[in-house]
């Protein structure tokens, strides 16, 4: 395909967002009028302030936690162009009988901008690796990563396999697959990032202008484009915006050198290297990562399980959160041998 014919295409998928824009727009209205979620601060930041934490090259990284610093930990790995605050349902509703260590990645919302501009995945495990040994200095972890940070996850298990056996307890990926990220919804778009339309870097560039343009009206066309990608058919509106709100935030470096960082990864050689146990959690209609690749990652990990969330899309942890934290809370206090919370808070009622 000719340069030419590359700009064409692209052109093709704004100008199709923006004839669909009334279309999104009446869509989300409707959904806007019952919305459960309208009322719930999603860029709430959990409460302890942790400072920040420094990776291998330099750069720092923002981290908050909550919950008892005694009880077992939770370290959360967000995905790509997002930030700590895609984990909101998880800190506020597992808090309480987990200790919980969030953190936003390279360039991305309150950390600082990549030490040398590198937003590699393999510097990303690095990142990973330096919280979980510094935001949580003693016993194991349960690490749960989301799409980019689940992907951290696989990268950290090859490249840092001491952290992975003196530290993790456990893995949760939800939402990844270890290649082919962007093949389903993203699969015509990826088409626009290949070398044979130029570099993949001057695609990417494309693509920056393309999301650009969408994500400059939350609840419009950026709203449309993100529904039709990342989420299920009843997705809460504010959910929506909230996530258009951080990829419109999102430095275009994320955009353009992060996402060639990405594109055709493949860590399916990295798999192997998970000797932990491991959950594979997907939204029964995640486009991005479909339920398909998340039962091969599941039968490629030496100890995997699987978990589909019914109704759910690409962010399972947001859409449907409380059937996510209970497969997330009953992988992690079976491999961490935590009690049930349910049964300690009977407990504590009954001695009340």
């Known amino acids: 395909m000719s340069r030419k014919r590359a700009a064409i295409v692209t052109a093709g998928i704004a100008a199709g967002a923006v004839a669909s824009g009334v279309i999104g727009r009446t869509i989300v209205r409707r959904h806007?009028?019952?919305?459960?979620?309208a009322d719930e601060p999603l860029a709430l930041l959990p409460p302890e302030d942790l400072g920040t934490v420094r990776s291998f090259d330099g750069t720092e990284l923002a981290v908050r936690a909550a919950g008892d610093p005694s009880a077992p930990t939770l370290v959360f790995a967000h995905g790509f162009s997002l930030d700590l605050t895609a984990w909101h349902y998880q800190w506020t509703q597992l808090s309480d009988r987990f200790r919980c260590v969030l953190f936003d990645f390279r360039s991305h919302g309150r950390s600082g901008q990549a030490v040398?501009?590198?937003?590699?995945?393999a510097a990303m495990a690095h990142d990973l690796a330096a919280v979980v040994e510094s935001?949580?200095?003693?016993?194991?972890?349960?690490?749960v990563g989301h799409s980019m940070g689940a992907m951290t996850?696989?990268?950290?298990?090859?490249?840092?396999p001491d952290v992975l056996a003196e530290r993790v307890g456990g893995m949760v990926f939800a939402g990844v697959a270890a290649s082919n990220l962007f093949f389903g919804a993203m699969g015509s778009v990826t088409s626009l990032l290949r070398p044979r339309l130029g570099s993949i870097r001057e695609a990417?560039?494309?693509?920056?202008?393309?999301?650009?343009?969408?994500?400059?009206?939350?609840?419009?066309?950026?709203?449309?484009?993100?529904?039709?990608?990342?989420?299920?058919?009843?997705?809460?509106?504010?959910?929506?915006?909230?996530?258009?709100?951080?990829?419109?935030?999102?430095?275009?470096?994320?955009?353009?050198?992060?996402?060639?960082?990405?594109?055709?990864?493949?860590?399916?050689?990295?798999?192997?290297?998970?000797?932990?146990p491991a959950l594979v959690v997907v939204g029964e209609q995640d486009r991005v990562t479909p339920p398909a690749q998340a039962v091969d990652l599941a039968g490629e990990l030496p100890d995997g399980r699987l978990e589909?969330?019914?109704t759910a899309g690409h962010l399972p942890m947001l859409e449907r959160h409380e059937e996510f934290n209970a497969a997330v809370a009953a992988f992690a206090s079976q491999v961490l041998n935590v009690k049930p919370a349910r049964k300690r808070n009977r407990a504590a009622k009954e001695g009340a």
Do not use: C, K, Y
Not at 135 to 143: D, E, F, N, W
Not at 252 to 264: E, F, H, I, P, Q
């Open 32 to 37: 806007r009028r019952s919305d459960p979620e």
């Open 135 to 143: 935001a949580a200095p003693s016993g194991r972890v349960v690490v």
């Open 204 to 276: 990417a560039e494309r693509l920056n202008r393309v999301r650009r343009h969408l994500v400059a009206r939350p609840g419009d066309l950026g709203g449309l484009a993100a529904r039709m990608t990342q989420f299920g058919p009843d997705a809460s509106p504010h959910l929506v915006d909230h996530v258009v709100r951080l990829a419109a935030r999102a430095p275009s470096s994320v955009w353009t050198d992060g996402l060639v960082g990405l594109m055709d990864m493949d860590l399916r050689h990295a798999v192997r290297h998970v000797s932990v």
């Open 116 to 121: 040398g501009g590198d937003l590699s995945v």
């Open 308 to 310: 589909v969330i019914p």
């Open 153 to 160: 996850m696989l990268a950290m298990a090859e490249s840092r």
